[in-house]
């Protein structure tokens, strides 16, 4: 299912601030180098839709699960300020070493803190407290509903949780498909709509994006 029309797509991407050269460059690194999962990396307005949840929520601290080569981190932290910092999770040396390059080259290295280790297990060893202001979701379709878990304490009042490709392609609104991710992410949406602890909004951008905001 096409969530939105081709067309519309084209020109939302169109109609939106355009990628700087960098983001250009680390798109096209990215199909060059691995152009059976370059897919993955998220498209360029909700990359622009994450710079400015960023800067609209004040956000300093923040945390990415699913970094790949780098595109979505760059668009979080360059709406933190200066003295923000992301906490960017993935298990994949290969990938995040092009994600490194880019944040070098945009002078955000000092930024990001990489643990590279399963989401989970990074996620759990953080502090109990909510300080964090903004997260990102764009991993393993499976291990969602333990990141929010961990994440959602985590949140200061006010702050957000970003959950990427809730849709799965419209597949979680046809109780047919059983394959394991789009059980899951079914199971995910009817967590956070029932979720007393923050409000929520699911958006058709790309693959569907929910906003979850802790009350
Ligand atoms: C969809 S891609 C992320 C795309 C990225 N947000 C971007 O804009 O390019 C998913 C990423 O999740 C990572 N990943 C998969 N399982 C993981 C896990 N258990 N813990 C941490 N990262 C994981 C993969 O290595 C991959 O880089």
Redesign the pocket.
Known sequence: MDIIDPGVSDYLLSHCTPADDLLRELAAE?REAFPSSAG???SHDE?ELLTMLVRLTGARQAV??????????VCIARGLPADGRLLA????DE??SIARRYWERAGLTDRIDLRI????ETLRALPAEPYIDFA?V???KV?YPLYYEELVPRLRPGGLIVL??VLRAGRVLDPACEDEADVAMRRMNETVVADDRVDSVMLPVRDGVTLARRR
């Open positions: 990215t993955m990396q998220i990359g990415e699960v699913g970094v790949f080569t780098g595109y979505s981190s999770c993935d298990v994949s990938w995040t280790a399963p989401a989970i990102f764009d991993a393993d291990g990427d490709n």
